[in-house]
């Protein structure tokens, strides 16, 4: 696989989830990268991931979406102990805006 | 509403739906830009259509978001005659690999 291939996840046939994160950082991001790094290798081990896809622009305006088998393994890493510290402080610090979205897949393609 | 809220989509209470569409530009992007801004203007009008998030960096990945009320509002602008000639130039000629997830939204939340 090449380096622009493994930037689009490459998941299962639907049905599975993707939780569509969409955000604004603050100015001040001190932290943020490495809090972010880290979260990216510990949702990767957690039950139930699928893969990830994540975009920032030079406005701090960034898309990511992780895939999932289900809600319930969602719920689990939203809960994980290490993952709802980096939370709070992404609301405290690191977070102008940011929305939340839970979602069901229930279609898919690629191209090519 | 300020500058940054606005690249953020205002989107109703769930269930509606997600089509997040991943991808990766090739390096000659002739007529992109003006294709997708007309794209962009298009949808805004198109039966259902509930919001738009898109964001690409500079190594040519994008993520966009766009949010309709149902799938048959989203089947409905996949058909739409300008928009097939523009996905067929876009597999002709800008996208080097993309993906395009329909999905349906079950729950959100915003910040702040």
Known sequence: MNQVASRLANTPPPPYYAVIFTNQLCDDCDGYATTADRMVQLAAKAPGYLGYESVHDDEGVGITVSYWQNSET???????????EAQRLGRDKWYRAFSVRIAKVERASQFP
Request: glycine share 0%; net charge negative; no cysteine.
């Open 74 to 84: 969602i719920e689990a890493w939203k809960n994980n102990a290490e993952h709802m």
